[in-house]
């Protein structure tokens, strides 16, 4: 919520607001009980929006007043920031705050940019080699694509799927998960509605799958590498497959996606939402998650779920009337690949290039089983409070070890006090370590840990000397 001091420079919005309801300048300014002039140099950012009016809209137009302040455009405003970083742009950069600009002022303009930007970097990549087998680049295209729209509509819809939730803790309630063995009663739940039997298979039976539906024989049949954790999450995504999937198809058939790749990514996504609703309800997780301060290891022997699937649900408690801290979460491997990201704040991860090697979630792999945290700060001064833990998502054998990856999870600072992991920092006198987005994409000089030039700067080369970092650069 706004404080009663706050100002807002958002004319373009407001004006687009009051054109869409079909109001006259005169109109709304009677509603709002302001002057139609004082309206006037508010929408041409002569006037600032002050809170006091920004609720009172909020109370006539019953509207979200995030998304009118532009809190849920800061994704699009961090996607055109990084667009503009492209050497194909050298010498007319745009600022940050340029960017916020151009997305206040015309959204629908700035979303037509990034769209011919990714087309020309599309078209850039296939003319890289004309000996590249063609169908393999659009396959490889396309696959790129079908992640990145779906990832898109679940920011677009802050993580949070309001209609899948109620289902959801419904069925626990139902199920009486609160008192029962979840593996127990999902198992017993789709052998009475379903008459679906669950069997725990050995490795060297099914060696390349955690979970298959044989609809045949009527069994779901799971890994016995799968833990606990894992085995109830394929358990309740499979109820969800079955018993949501007209509510899940309506979902996918709103998202319009570009494909039935997309389509079977955002189905997928959804069921697996449902799961870690069904065995994390909302208004139960929400109450702990708040009483415990937010401590993700008793979370996750609280719900009897893994440390991963605890961080990830942390991020959907976006309901308007009980939210949770607005996290982001990424998930990443030993070689530095992001291989799951999403923000619902202001956090910004880059598409390509993985992350700043500053950040102390790489340390992960060299102490497993603690977890670290860490306060960061992004080149535009924006500071994030930040744990992260390595983790494994399933058993492994001798020959095939488990897969390890590392799972951060953070909040921006003003939320750490919220948290337990905060305890020990002086929050009145942060000092937090400067990080950036990729090497890429950061203009941090004299990096100790640079891998990669900035794409949009100009390098400079001294015989005589030898600094911190290889690359240094002009500051333009």
Request: positive net charge; contains cysteine; glycine residues 6%.
């Amino acid at each position: 919520m706004a404080q009663s001091d706050e100002k807002l420079l958002v004319g373009p919005r407001l004006r687009r607001f009051r054109q869409t309801l079909g109001l006259t300048q005169a109109r709304m300014a009677e509603d709002l009980g302001i002057s139609s002039s004082y309206l006037n140099l508010m929408e041409r950012n002569q006037r600032a929006l002050s809170a006091k009016v920004l609720l009172k809209m909020a109370e006539i137009y019953d509207f979200d007043i995030a998304g009118f302040t532009g809190a849920g455009d800061a994704h699009l405003v961090a996607e055109v920031y990084e667009a503009m970083r492209d050497p194909l742009f050298k010498g007319e950069s745009l600022s940050k705050n340029e960017a916020e600009d151009l997305v206040n002022v015309s959204p629908t303009a700035a979303k037509a940019l990034l769209k011919l930007y990714s087309k020309h970097r599309d078209a850039a990549r296939r003319d890289v080699d004309i000996t590249v087998d063609r169908d393999k680049v659009e396959l490889l295209e396309q696959s790129a694509e079908a992640v990145e729209v779906v990832r898109r509509f679940i920011h677009q819809q802050r993580n949070y799927f309001p209609r899948l939730d109620a289902a959801a803790e419904a069925l626990s309630q139902e199920l009486g998960l609160t008192k029962r063995e979840p593996h127990a009663a999902l198992t017993e739940r789709l052998k009475e509605k379903h008459d679906l039997s669950v069997r725990i298979v050995p490795v060297d039976i099914m060696p390349q799958m955690l979970r298959y539906f044989d609809r045949h024989s009527k069994r779901i049949n799971l890994s016995e590498l799968l833990r606990q954790s894992g085995r109830r999450f394929q358990l309740a995504f499979q109820i969800g497959m079955l018993e949501q999937r007209e509510l899940i198809d309506e979902i996918v058939k709103s998202a319009a996606l570009p494909g039935r790749e997309a389509e079977g990514l955002m189905r997928t996504s959804l069921a697996n939402y449902f799961a870690a609703a069904v065995i994390m309800p909302y208004a139960r997780f929400l109450k702990e998650a708040e009483s415990s301060k937010y401590d993700v290891d008793l979370l996750s022997h609280r719900f009897g779920t893994s440390w991963e699937q605890t961080a990830h649900r942390l991020t959907t408690l976006q309901k308007p009337d009980a939210r949770g801290i607005p996290f982001f979460f990424v998930r990443i491997d030993v070689a530095g690949n992001v291989s799951k990201r999403f923000s619902a704040g202001r956090f910004h991860f880059s598409k390509f290039g993985g992350a700043c090697p500053l950040w102390n979630i790489h340390e992960c792999f060299q102490t497993p089983g603690r977890t670290i945290s860490q306060m960061i700060q992004m080149p535009d001064e924006t500071t994030y409070f930040s744990i992260a833990k390595m983790v494994s998502r399933s058993d492994g054998t001798y020959n095939a070890p488990a897969q390890k990856l590392a799972i951060g999870l953070g909040c921006d600072i003003a939320y750490a006090p919220r948290l337990i992991y905060a305890q020990q920092y002086n929050l009145d006198n942060p000092q937090p370590t400067p990080i950036g987005i990729n090497c890429y994409l950061c203009e941090r000089p004299h990096c100790r840990q640079r891998a990669h030039a900035p794409l949009n700067k100009t390098l400079s080369f001294d015989e005589r000397a030898r600094g911190m970092s290889l690359y240094s650069f002009r500051e333009d």
